[in-house]
Nanobody, 122 residues
């Protein structure tokens, strides 16, 4: 049974920072690409950042590049997203997920966690 538990979301003012965490279980975490997605109010879920199984390479959406940093700790089955210089348009529910090889898409599209809410005020 795949389990994904996101935490660390909060309400902050523009320019602030947050660090999101994801605890994962039910699959071979160290063998999978991992990623963060977000769903703004009234919009579709979109990819934010991805990381290789060994953590050596990362990917970021243009909208967050230079502000967000993805990392992982394979010994703890944990994924992180450091978010700096937050903007109101970053307001969304943030989700973590293992990724399919060769595509920024969820490996288990029916097994999303509850997500964690990030709200950025101007």
């Amino acid at each position: 049974q795949v389990q994904l538990v996101e935490s660390g979301g909060d309400s902050v003012q523009a320019g602030g920072s947050l660090r999101l965490s994801c605890a994962a279980s039910g699959f071979t975490y160290s063998s999978n690409y991992m990623g963060w997605f977000r769903q703004p109010p009234g919009k579709e879920r979109e990819g934010v950042a991805g990381i290789y199984p060994n953590g050596r390479l990362t990917y970021y959406a243009d909208s967050v590049k230079g502000r967000f940093t993805i990392s992982r700790d394979n010994a703890k089955n944990a994924l992180y997203l450091q978010m700096n210089n937050l903007k109101p348009e970053d307001t969304a529910i943030y989700y973590c997920s293992p990724l399919r090889n060769g595509a920024f898409a969820p490996l288990f599209p029916n097994d999303w966690g509850q997500g964690t809410q990030v709200t950025v005020s101007s």
